[in-house]
Every structure is written in C-alpha cells, then in structure tokens.
C-alpha cells in the first residue's frame, strides 16, 4: 500500500475515497433500545451511517472512519451505535468529536462502566479491553472521526447477549444516564 | 486504564491533559536543512511542538498527538520535523489536518517516495514501513492531529544518515519538491 489521503466533509461526515459503508437503519436495530417504537418501524430512518477508508484488515495497518449518528429518540431513549468489543480484545479506539454532543458509553466484562463525553475538538479514548456504544444526546447529527487497530475486528454478539449496564434518556428536560 | 477524554484547541494545537511535549527548536534540528542560517541560529526559534497524550507505550494502546509545525523557511527551504520510521516497523500512522497547508514526505529504505498534502479535513495514511516528514508550505502554522500505535516507537537515526530524497522549497513563487 502506498500513502494517500482522503478529503472529508465535516459537517456531512462524508469521506472522498471510500472502503466499507454501513447504514444502521432502525428495523435493523430496534432490539437494542428498552422499548419498540411502532411509528419508528414504519418510517424504518437511518439511525448511523459509518465510512470507513479503503484499508485492509491486516495486523500493523490502521482503520479511520467517520461516523454520522442522526438525533432522534426511541420514546425517551436517545439514538446510539449497536455497540461492540473488538475480537483482538487487547486493541485501543480513538474518536475526535467533530460536530454535535454526546456520550461514549465504555464498559468492560468485569461490570466497570463509564460514559465520556464526546464533542468538537473532544478526543475520546477507549483503552484495550472496554466495550463502546455511541448515544448522540445533541438535536444535530454527531459526528465523528475514529482510529482503530486494521485487524481489531468487531463482537457485537456479546453486547447483544450483555447489554450495556446503563442508557441514556431524555427525561424532565435533562439527560439522564441510567 | 480507563477510558478518557481530553480537550484541544485546533487553533493552538494544545491539549489540556498532556503526557509528553516535544519542542524542536532551530539549532536541536539545524542539520537537516541544506543550509545553515546565521540568524536563525542566533534567535533559535522554535520550529515545532509536539503534544501528546498520557497514553503508555504499550502494545494495544494507540497514542494520541497535536502537532505545530510553525511557517518559516532556512534560506528558501521550508521549516520541516526531522522524519522518523517506526522502530516496529509494521505499523501505520494517522495524520487529520487541523490548521494550514503542507506536505507529508513519505519514503521507504527501497527508495520509494511519495508526498501527500495535508490541510484541514483532510487524512494522511503512512501505511507501515514508510518513514514520514511533515513540511510547512504555508504561512500559518502547521496543526494536525495524529494516531499511531503506542509501541511503535520513533527511529530518528535512519533518516539522519539516510534523509530524505527529495526537499520542499519556495522558489520563483512556487513550491518545488526536488
């Protein structure tokens, strides 16, 4: 492979070369929140879109990405990622917040859970080990630029199975993490 | 570790929780410039910073960096970072301009060269093995955000005795890499 680089919209979060693209829309999803939403299963929005750059999946080579997850609730539960560990468990996660609010829900197997605040100019750091989902609490898109590890890979069966011990709601005009 | 989150300024290029900072001033780096400069060896500006996370260099961590490449020129040579190859060599780095314009000079020991531009919005990918300079073509400083593996570890030596193939210079009002 040879150097390159690649020209993103900040706001619309849309790169000029790219690898793999992943649209979430909420049929898709719709287990992941605490309750169903039957107008939302009809309309069936795209809750996250995710550009990822044209890099292999090999040990040594790094991934970036831009994610766009849209606003919007579930009820009172604010929109968010599926989740995931990495199969390599032993790799790091790098977001910079580059437009709209949020929190980075980070847990580990052993129970130990927090929610860092994701923003513009904000750099969220998931260390080896922590599981991370994405809630945008913001009326905007929330979007993101992310660094993994090329080889991490992705285990969203065990968040699945585990859930994440806490979630994030828009209740009595503030955000309430619970 | 826990997960973590840290403020920049992208104008600034500072960070508000620091592990290591770099300063390179002219006469630490005078040697890889073509010419020497008298009176900058007397006013020893600094050339550029480098600020980086508390991150510890271990295998599966990722560092974090903000770079400031500030604008000048040695004679008519634009102000540059000494260039490194990784020691592991099997690893990538992520570069996000923030601020500015100028070029990332990517080689490998085979003697390929490529330069890559890099200005807001805009990714560089070092895949690995490619050794990397940054150059400042213009006249604000240089900020870009940058990700590597955190055991990568920084080779100065080789580009000392190898350097770099090609230069960046400001002639008859242009940019010229020769």
Chains 1, 2 share one sequence.
């Not at 806490?166 to 619970?178: A, D, M, S, W």
Request: one cysteine or more; a negative charge; proline letters at 6%.
């Amino acid at each position: 492979m040879k150097p390159f680089n690649v020209f993103f919209d900040v706001l619309e979060g849309k790169m000029n070369l790219l690898g793999n693209k992943t649209v979430r829309r909420y049929n898709d999803i719709k287990g992941i929140f605490c309750e169903i939403d039957p107008k939302l299963e009809k309309e069936n929005p795209v809750i996250y879109e995710v550009f990822e750059a044209p890099i292999t999946e090999k040990e040594g080579d790094l991934m970036f990405l831009i994610t766009v997850l849209y606003p919007g609730k579930v009820k009172n539960e604010f929109f968010m990622t599926k989740g995931h560990y990495h199969v390599i468990e032993n790799t790091a996660e790098i977001y910079l917040g580059l437009r709209g609010n949020g929190l980075v829900l980070c847990q580990t197997r052993e129970g130990d859970f927090e929610p860092i605040e994701i923003s513009p100019n904000k750099v969220v750091y998931i260390p080896p080990y922590w599981a991370h989902r994405t809630v945008n609490t913001s009326s905007e898109p929330l979007v993101f630029f992310g660094v993994y590890p090329a080889h991490a890979g992705h285990d969203y069966k065990s968040v699945e199975l585990e859930g994440f011990k806490k979630r994030v709601f828009f209740e009595n005009g503030g955000i309430h993490i619970k």
